[in-house]
């Protein structure tokens, strides 16, 4: 009965795990199995809790059944900087879980109302003789492959000098990523301040700059680069 009620309840996730890259090009009828062989549990957050504290070992990686998390690096002073947003569908620690490096650099934080599955990394690799098995482990190491990339694109954003190059190179890489104009940015001004390693208030002064020159226009979240 108990095993039943767990099923039902993660059956309204499947739309979401369906359109994740994690189970890209995986049928509805075969991720039924999937999900029961690799037993993942689910857990709800609320908004502004912390799911994973820096410093902890990083046993299972999760995939964003609903809400938003951010990935954070802390300093001893408090200062913080926002390492990637990860939205429904998307996953986050899967690389500390499968590299065992040991304690976690980074913090793992829900900006809403989240519910998160956390899946085994063993249990996976487990699942090659499923059907469409094989395609699961396929699409797990896209995604490695795939966040290896992202963490060039961010050392590319913070190596630029001036605050200027800094949100040029970022909105670039997002229009392409978005491939559409205005894009809409998932942060607000100190959020994305904390991405960019830079302090509120010279980002807020060089937007304004930037706006002034005709290189970028903005209102709240959306962004048009010129």
């Known amino acids: 009965m108990e095993f039943q009620r767990k099923g039902q309840i993660m059956q309204q996730f499947y739309p979401v795990l369906l ?12 991720l039924a199995p999937l999900l029961a062989a690799a037993q993942p549990i689910l857990k709800t957050f609320t908004a502004n809790t912390r799911i994973w504290q820096a410093g902890e070992q990083a ?10 998390v951010q990935i954070l690096k802390e300093d001893a002073q408090g200062n913080r900087t926002i390492v990637a947003t990860v939205a429904e569908a998307g996953i986050f620690g899967e690389a500390y879980a499968y590299a065992s490096t040991g304690p976690l650099p980074v913090s793992v934080d829900a900006s809403t109302d989240t519910t998160v599955l956390f899946f085994e990394p ?6 090659a003789h499923l059907p469409q098995g094989e395609q699961l482990l396929s699409n ?5 492959a795939r966040k290896s ?11 630029q000098r001036k605050i200027a190059d800094k949100v040029l190179t970022f909105l670039q890489l997002e229009a392409k990523r978005q491939a559409r104009q205005p894009m809409f940015l998932p942060y607000n ?6 991405f960019l390693g830079v302090e509120r208030s010279a980002l ?9 020159a005709g290189l970028i226009d903005y209102r709240k979240n959306e962004f048009t680069l010129f």
């Open 19 to 30: 359109k994740s890259t994690l189970f890209r090009q995986i049928t509805a009828v075969n």
């Open 204 to 212: 807020s002064a060089a937007l304004s700059s930037m706006k002034k």
């Open 59 to 68: 046993a299972s990686f999760g995939l964003v059944g609903a809400g938003t």
């Open 140 to 144: 797990l190491l896209q995604i490695l």
């Open 149 to 159: 990339l992202l963490l060039n694109q961010k050392v590319e954003i913070l190596s």
């Open 122 to 127: 063993q249990r996976l690799l487990n699942l």
């Open 189 to 194: 001004r100190q959020e994305m301040a904390d």
